[in-house]
């Protein structure tokens, strides 16, 4: 049962997206910030961590934008994988934590303007996790190209094609 309700959750998501895949993260945020009217603003992290490698994706918000960290060390796939799952979060419009930002790991590097929620990896098993990354995962594999704006979304779509006659 809880496998049908989460395929049917990932429809009703998906059915709101106009976009044509494949998209790149730039276009998909494109739309995202208009469908969401706010900002969205993608910031890898930065700083020294002992574990490289080690950073999940962060989504903090506020009522006119969020922010997407992410862990540019990892590959492109990983990284497109990280910005969709909080992308998912967004999309499922599941509730953050409430947050007061102070100067931290969490927010170095950050304007803290207008940041009041959160939401961050507690558990594996939460079913807010569960549906952000079946979500996420969806949409991280009907992307392409890297993360940066000048991605060409346009181009992988026309490559697309020729995928199809393989």
Known sequence: MAGRRSRERLAEVLRRVPLQPPWTVPEFLDWLAEDAGRDIELSPWTGAFTDPGSRCGLLLGGPRRYVIRYDAARSVRHQRQQIFHEVGHILCRHPGEAFRPTDGALTEGL????????MRRTTFDSPTEAEAELVGTHL???SRGPI??????ELHRIASTFDSLR
């Open 111 to 118: 304007s803290l303007a207008g940041i009041e929620y959160m």
């Open 140 to 142: 991280a594999v009907l």
């Open 148 to 153: 940066e704006l000048d991605a060409h979304g």
